[in-house]
């Protein structure tokens, strides 16, 4: 008896353990078809589009939006020849923010303001600013340099410096109130998931797995993050909430799952999917219990 | 239907306006006399893969990870166990890693310079320049081609990857023939990640058709045009490099081995639709074949980032940990995992040397730019194939990465291991002057 209860009991623990999606079936979409590597998915207000990262009809990595109505793709900057990365806009549309590879170990960010029209390119105090994201409110952007998290501001152009612990700080995010950044940093060993102030302040750790855990981006409501994890051997797209509850595994699958991206109602993802050695865009309602 | 010139490998999608030449997708598989070549003495190998990873990959953060070492020169990744007991590799290679009883692995190698395009031509000819940096040996490759006596419809030393190797500060000098000239480099071969596979060497072909090129004398004349048009050694390389595509193009095999589409797609995938993913797969496509010496670039230029010439080669001062978790890990990966497991799947393991290496590895210490510099003392290679004994791990550095403690593998070494395999002895190496008093890996064979 006592042996049939202890394997109930293991039965349910497996099972609570299941990833929230092995097999999203119907309910998963593809989104692009053409398996070119693609990176930095996200959506355009109104979720009417996507933009990512791509060499779609393209010798380097370009932005590309596709049309999710038509499934029509275009280059973003269609007269630009340079390396474009790292999209995102502000929660309002009001602001789109891009990374441009300029020169030898050079970079500048791009920002658009589409009210009134004006595009600024602007260079940090170091050559090379990476992963940069602009502010959900679209008055500040946060980005990695030299291994430390900086915001700066739009108006002012004032920078800051967030963080300076020891090992690597990268992957910032913005919280959708403003008040938060979400980022990865290694200084207790191996990357995890931190979530501070804006002005760098009570640093909380949320994740704590032998592994990578990199790329946290917050739900539209600011209840999540989702991220991109090896802790089972390959990448994989994993929840959690921004006080470190309720961990759930999204995808499972030998191939690299990566670059999620939240849809606005924050019901749905979008990542990157690395099928076969493909590599395009899909998308997939959260189930119930990963919501 | 494929193109010859720019030829397209995705099945048959119609015409390209740059396609010169069709031919019907039905053609037969390669004869089945290439394929059962006689097989070469244990310790021979029949040919070489060289993947070359241009910009020099970090040993800490792949191969020879220091998890003991403290954060600024560890980095923040972890590491993971391998089929070998006590060895251990960065996480960003779990494939590799379980597939380590299959290759060996030197952590000793040593370079003498710290420039790209000195140390990569010592690297890929076995010595310094004399001169400074002007006379070079020839590239292993070269060698090869040389003493090659093999079938001649396909050229013996072939260059896959997106271009000539260059830097900022200037290309490489050492990518073929060196002090014998053009005539011995490498002919080049491009692969898109999806269809296109380009023979550069075609494009002056360009509107020909089968039967203009079967016609050698008119061959000859428009030959004759073109070195009256250019300068006499660039016309001479070109006209070499022409001569031998021609002898492609005109011979049904030679073509056909070109045709990535005549690959299914499920091993097309298992090595990544990746520049460097499907070059690999046509590196092994071509060792099948027979040619004796396949070098796969990963990139054309070494710099990691470099404008609109980006094509994120492994020099990461900046951006080492992002860029190496986002995309070189993974992709090298994958390729060479699929690499080696399409090789012995296939039976030719044994008779094809595989070696992957840069030109150095990179500073043990993280710089303040968050990267890694440029590491002549210490770095490493992998070594996996014909003659050589898996699962070992030659030399080992110190607890920083700094140095090699014991069995430092010099590029003289290196090559004299690579051409020794293929057969190519001392006396012949003397007679040609290449490699003077070089001595073998010995641990690995």
């Known amino acids: ?291 | 239907m494929f193109q010859i010139g720019s030829f397209r490998a995705g099945g048959c999608r119609g015409t390209s306006r740059r396609a010169f030449l069709q031919a019907s997708c039905g053609l037969p598989v390669l004869g089945s006399s290439l394929l059962s070549a006689e097989k070469p003495a244990l310790s021979q190998a029949r040919s070489v893969i060289l993947l070359w990873l241009w910009g020099g990959p970090s040993h800490l953060d792949t191969f020879d990870p220091k998890p003991a070492a403290p954060a600024t020169i560890r980095g923040p990744f972890s590491t993971i166990g391998t089929q070998i007991p006590g060895i251990r590799f960065s996480e960003l290679f779990p494939r590799l890693a379980a597939r380590n009883d299959r290759f060996s692995l030197v952590r000793s190698n040593v370079n003498h310079s710290n420039a790209h395009h000195v140390a990569g031509s010592i690297a890929l000819c076995g010595s310094p320049g004399r001169g400074g940096d002007k006379d070079y040996d020839p590239n292993f490759g070269s060698i090869v081609q040389r003493l090659h006596r093999g079938r001649q419809d396909l050229p013996p030393f072939i260059a896959v990857g997106p271009g000539h190797l260059n830097t900022a500060a200037g290309d490489i000098k050492a990518y073929g023939g060196g002090s014998w000239g053009p005539a011995f480099d490498p002919f080049p071969v491009r692969c898109s990640e999806m269809d296109d596979v380009q023979l550069p060497s075609l494009k002056l072909l360009e509107g020909q058709t089968l039967a203009r090129l079967s016609d050698r004398s008119r061959l000859q004349r428009e030959l004759e045009n073109i070195r009256r048009m250019e300068n006499h050694s660039y016309s001479s390389q070109w006209s070499n490099h022409f001569q031998r595509a021609h002898r492609l193009v005109t011979s049904e095999e030679g073509r056909q081995v070109f045709d990535l589409a005549s690959e299914d797609s499920q091993t097309r995938g298992r090595y990544g639709h990746t520049q460097f993913g499907q070059s690999c797969l046509m590196a092994r496509r071509l060792a099948e074949v027979g040619v004796p010496y396949i070098q796969v670039n990963w990139s054309e230029y070494v710099e990691n980032i470099y404008d609109n010439r980006t094509d994120f080669g492994w020099d990461t001062h900046w951006l080492n940990f992002e860029n190496m978790a986002e995309r070189h890990g993974p992709i090298l990966d994958r390729s060479l995992s699929a690499l080696l497991d399409d090789l012995q799947q296939r039976g030719l393991l044994d008779s094809t040397l595989v070696v992957a290496m840069g030109e150095f590895g990179r500073t043990p210490s993280i710089s303040a730019n968050g990267g890694r510099n440029h590491w002549k003392r210490c770095y490493f290679s992998l070594w996996a194939g014909a003659g050589i004994q898996p699962g070992r791990v030659v030399g080992g550095s110190d607890p920083h990465g700094n140095d090699p403690l014991s069995d430092p593998v010099t590029p003289l070494m290196v090559g004299t291991t690579i051409v020794d395999q293929l057969g190519i002895n001392r006396e012949q190496r003397a007679r040609l002057r290449v490699l003077p008093g070089g001595e073998l890996i010995e641990q690995l064979l």
Request: with cysteine; aromatic share 8%.
């Open chain 1, 1 to 291: 008896m006592k042996s049939a209860a202890g394997s109930l009991l293991a039965i349910l623990i497996a099972i609570s353990w299941l990833p929230a999606v092995l097999d999203a079936g119907e309910a998963l979409e593809q989104l692009t078809h053409d398996g070119l590597l693609k990176r930095d998915p996200c959506y355009a207000p109104g979720a009417g589009s996507i933009v990512f990262a791509s060499r779609h009809r393209s010798p380097r990595m370009v932005l590309l939006r596709l049309d999710l109505e038509s499934g029509t793709l275009s280059r973003v900057n269609p007269d630009s020849n340079l390396v474009e990365l790292a999209p995102s806009y502000s929660a309002d549309g009001g602001f789109f923010c891009f990374q441009r590879l300029t020169g030898n170990d050079e970079t500048a960010f791009v920002i658009q303001q589409t009210e009134p029209t004006a595009v600024r390119q602007l260079t940090g105090s170091r050559k090379v600013n990476w992963n940069v994201r602009i502010s959900p409110l679209g008055n500040e952007v946060a980005y990695n340099l030299s291994g430390q998290i900086y915001l700066r501001s739009l108006k002012t152009d004032k920078e800051m410096k967030l963080t300076g612990s020891a090992g690597r700080n990268d992957w910032p995010g913005i919280s959708p109130d403003g008040k938060q950044v979400a980022f990865s940093s290694s200084r207790d060993g191996n990357y995890e998931i931190y979530v501070m102030q804006r002005d760098g302040s009570n640093e909380q750790r949320l994740t704590t797995a032998e592994g990578l855990d990199m790329r946290p981006r917050w739900s539209p409501d600011g209840k999540r993050l989702l991220f991109t994890s090896n802790r089972d051997g390959n990448y994989e797209i994993y929840q959690v909430g921004i006080d470190g509850s309720g961990l759930q595994r999204l995808t499972d699958h030998a191939e690299r799952d990566d670059y999620a991206s939240w849809h606005p109602d924050s019901g749905q993802i979008t990542w990157v999917r690395e099928r076969e050695g493909r590599f395009d865009l899909y998308r997939m309602p959260l189930p119930k219990q990963a919501r």
